[in-house]
């Protein structure tokens, strides 16, 4: 027994020694990717790539389809330059090579102009300009590496671009995207080239967006972001888009990947289907840590959330110009708060609330030529939530019980084609036909009597299409141009919205661009189905009438390569919203536009306008450091039905945020990596609407003051964040260790004020506290 015991503490302590002593070995790593066209994504062979910075140089040239393998590459930092005859170079900066899992780039380039002439290196590329390329102004790109590394983003893209310019959130628990005073539900996410529901656990479509992401960062690739007058193939949105895309598997080698972490632990693996097949797998699982650990000892004498979710993606070339995809996410979640006796004695409150969370598509694309491909989607996604809440006093003999069964689904078939007709020219087309299914219902109970708010199913169909072009006059001078259409069954309304956009190089360091666009958005079709009884205790639904939201945005840039590595951005934008969904009592102020579900009918007579200015001032990651330092100052207005103009429920009127991080070589021969990142975020305060102090007195009852809605402004928003990471690389393995750390200084912000019946005065209600998120990865 004792030589046992001998030998597990001698093996224990070999490990821990390899783990965190290291050994001296000088490791190294494969690069490997694609290089294609950035319009067509067509591949372009015999592309050299070059590793910069090292002696003896390292280089390699891409075959017939495109790819390209670069072995024994050092890890740590590296960056990489691309050159094509006929294209503008490209300079990959400051890519992460690790000892465990090899890297896959894929690099896109852009046909120049200047063909006959000398091709020399050309200046350095932003590292955030859009994949997109007919966006001209408020859209970035961003990586996987952002995601993980800004403080307090969880790995959840959605919580990471919290830290651009116009972006907040009012809520630390949910995964609220607040962009330029607009409500959360006016943002269109699409995964793969499709829309989906909000990707998140614990959500309702339309109305809550949840509190942890679907989005596991084992399966991102490089996606945008656009916060105003985006493409015309992006409808059904007048806030902005999350353009995700997910990444392919290893097609070579077997790699594996687990994660332990307060949030969730998850395990990936992703591979190739043989040795001689550019097919490849990618599966990510992951279960709620907090419900494992409960099962093992008591983490909370309440509820603990408990979620799960699997994603994946499947990659099948079919020949040297057709490539099939299968992708799919999908999570379920739960939060039951069974009866347990709450402050006030005899008073049992019973919160349950489930929510079901999926999509999936098959993708193909389809190369005509190099020059024109086609790109098909068809996919099924939906959300299903059921909502169950009820107060039992025993002291009066009082109830009241809320229930929401919200079902939704989609099922739809895209298809885009892109044509590059000269290194001027570019056209992209696409319809996208959608098929909607509902089953809602949503009533109130108090005391004996129900009252039923939304009971309706059925179907509907919302048609889109829409073709952009752009137009390159010179390298420093390009133009878009486009049409988006939409078409929806619900309410027969038809909405024609014109796009447009330049982009003018005015000096090597200063470039400026504009936006313009009539963008529409419809309403969850929950609100649509609203059910009014007349005098004469006649049912109607008179939402089902309601236009389309039209929004008209405004936007002008500039962008000033202020330093080698970074730049300053500042952009000016107005937004004119018309066909808004307010109450239709001129008595009551209450707008769609304040992001929640309204119980009562509505008219599109209503408008809104959204106006601010933003500053960026950003330096990329390089030297071992980074740093991004936003502002914003806007104003979010709405005119009610009693033609008075009322702030927005979202409109904090200003944002500030500075995000850095530093990262330091570690170990024998600097293998290692230590980084540490801190983020300062400071946002007006939430906005809420006072009591009528008299109607109470006189009846015992609370109402609201509906000509002063929203005007309550809480105190300000601010919060420091910060995470520590330690990457130690080891031949053909990786452990990762983190620590995020949110709310450092424990500061109270309030999230809601609720008017106490015993004080006659409205209580703060506070948002997190400060909360350390431990994580552990090793990768192999």
């Known amino acids: 027994m004792k030589t046992l015991k001998l030998r597990i503490s001698i093996t224990l302590g070999l490990v821990f020694a390899s783990i965190f002593l290291g050994f001296g070995q000088d490791l190294r790593q494969t690069v490997k990717g694609r290089v294609t066209d950035i319009v067509t994504g067509s591949p372009l062979m015999g592309a050299t790539i070059v590793l910069l910075n090292v002696e003896p140089q390292l280089g390699v040239v891409t075959d017939m389809q495109g790819f390209f393998s670069m072995e024994n ?16 170079d490209a300079l990959i900066s400051e890519v992460l090579v690790g000892s465990a899992k090899e890297i896959n780039l894929t690099i896109r380039l852009t046909e120049s102009l200047n063909q006959l002439e000398e091709v020399v290196i050309s200046a350095r590329k932003d590292q955030i300009k859009p994949n997109n390329k007919l966006a001209t102004v408020s859209a970035r790109s961003f990586g996987v590496e952002e995601t993980k590394r800004f403080p307090a983003s969880i790995s959840d893209p959605g919580r990471m671009a919290l830290s651009f310019a116009g972006v907040t959130n009012t809520d630390d628990t949910t995964n609220e995207i607040v ?11 699409k995964i793969e080239g499709v829309e989906v529901p909000e990707p998140n656990h614990f959500s309702e479509e339309g109305y809550s967006p949840g509190a942890v992401s679907l989005l596991s960062t084992n399966m991102l690739g490089n996606s945008d972001f656009f916060t105003g007058a985006f493409p015309a193939e992006y409808g059904n949105a007048t806030s902005g888009v999350f353009d995700i895309r997910l990444r392919n598997g290893n097609a070579e080698n077997t790699e594996y990947a687990f994660q332990f972490g307060v949030l969730g632990t998850d395990l990936a693996i992703e591979g190739p289907f043989s040795k001689n097949y550019k097919g490849s797998y990618l599966v990510n699982y992951r279960y709620s840590t907090l419900t494992i650990l409960n099962n093992i000892i008591e983490v909370s004498e309440g509820s603990v959330p408990t979620f799960q979710d699997l994603s994946f993606k499947v990659n099948l070339p079919l020949g040297d110009k057709t490539n099939l995809s299968a992708w799919g996410i999908g999570g379920v979640s739960e939060d039951n708060q069974d009866n347990v006796e709450q402050v006030v004695p005899d008073v049992f409150e019973d919160e349950q609330f489930d929510s079901k969370t999926y999509m999936g598509g098959i993708n193909i694309k389809h190369f005509f030529s190099p020059n024109t491909s086609l790109d098909g989607v068809l996919s099924y996604s939906g959300n299903r939530s059921d909502y169950d809440f009820s107060v039992d006093n025993r002291n009066n003999n009082r109830f009241f019980r809320e229930r929401d069964i919200l079902r939704n689904s989609a099922f739809r078939l895209s298809a885009n084609l892109n044509q590059k007709f000269n290194a001027k020219t570019t056209l992209k087309t696409g319809i996208v036909y959608s098929r909607l299914d509902y089953d809602v219902l949503s009533d109130e109970t108090i005391d004996a009597a129900t009252e039923t708010l939304v009971n309706a199913d059925g179907n509907g169909t919302f048609l889109q299409f829409f073709s952009q072009a752009k137009y390159r006059f010179t390298e420093k001078l390009s133009t878009t141009f486009g049409l988006h259409a939409s078409t929806f069954s619900v309410n027969d309304d038809f909405v024609l919205e014109p796009r447009g956009g330049f ?4 000096a090597p360091k200063h470039t400026l661009s504009a936006g313009f666009g009539l963008h529409s958005r419809r309403m969850p079709l929950n609100q649509y189905f609203i059910e009014v009884e007349d005098t004469q205790g006649n049912v109607t639904t008179p939402n089902k009438e309601l236009d389309l939201m039209r929004a008209t945005h405004y936007v002008l840039g500039y962008d000033w390569r202020v330093i080698k590595n970074g730049h300053l951005k500042v952009e000016v934008y107005y937004q004119d919203l018309n066909k808004v969904a307010v109450s239709a009592n001129p008595n009551n102020t209450d707008s769609f536009l304040n992001g929640q579900f309204i119980s009562a009918g509505l008219v599109d007579s209503g408008k809104a306008r959204n106006y601010g200015l933003e500053l960026t001032l950003e330096k990329f990651f390089s030297n071992q450091y980074y740093f991004l330092v936003t502002s914003s100052l806007f104003d979010s207005q709405y005119r009610a039905a009693d033609g008075n103009w009322y702030d927005s429920r979202y409109n904090a009127q200003y944002t500030f945020n500075v995000v850095g991080g530093k990262e330091f070589k570690a170990g024998r021969n600097s293998n290692n990596i230590f980084g540490v990142n801190a983020k300062l975020l400071w946002n007006g305060g939430k906005r809420g609407t006072p009591v009528d102090l008299d109607y109470f007195d006189q009846t015992g009852n609370v109402r ?25 690389n080891r031949p053909k393995v990786a452990h990762i260790i983190s620590l ?18 015993r004080t006659r005065a409205m209580v703060p209600e506070y948002q997190l506290e400060l909360l350390p998120l431990l994580n552990y990865r090793i990768e192999f």
């Open 73 to 88: 590459v050092p890890v740590g930092r590296q960056s990489f330059s691309c050159s094509y005859l006929g294209y503008e």
């Open 179 to 189: 962009i330029r005073g607009n409500a959360p539900n006016q943002l269109l996410w």
């Open 503 to 506: 982009e003018y190089r005015i």
């Open 704 to 728: 609201i003051l509906q000509d002063q809605r929203n005007t309550l402004e809480f105190d300000d928003y601010w919060r420091l964040d910060t995470s520590f990471s330690y990457r130690i």
């Open 740 to 757: 995020d750390i949110q709310n450092l200084t424990n500061r109270q912000n309030i999230d809601e004020m609720f008017f106490s019946t």
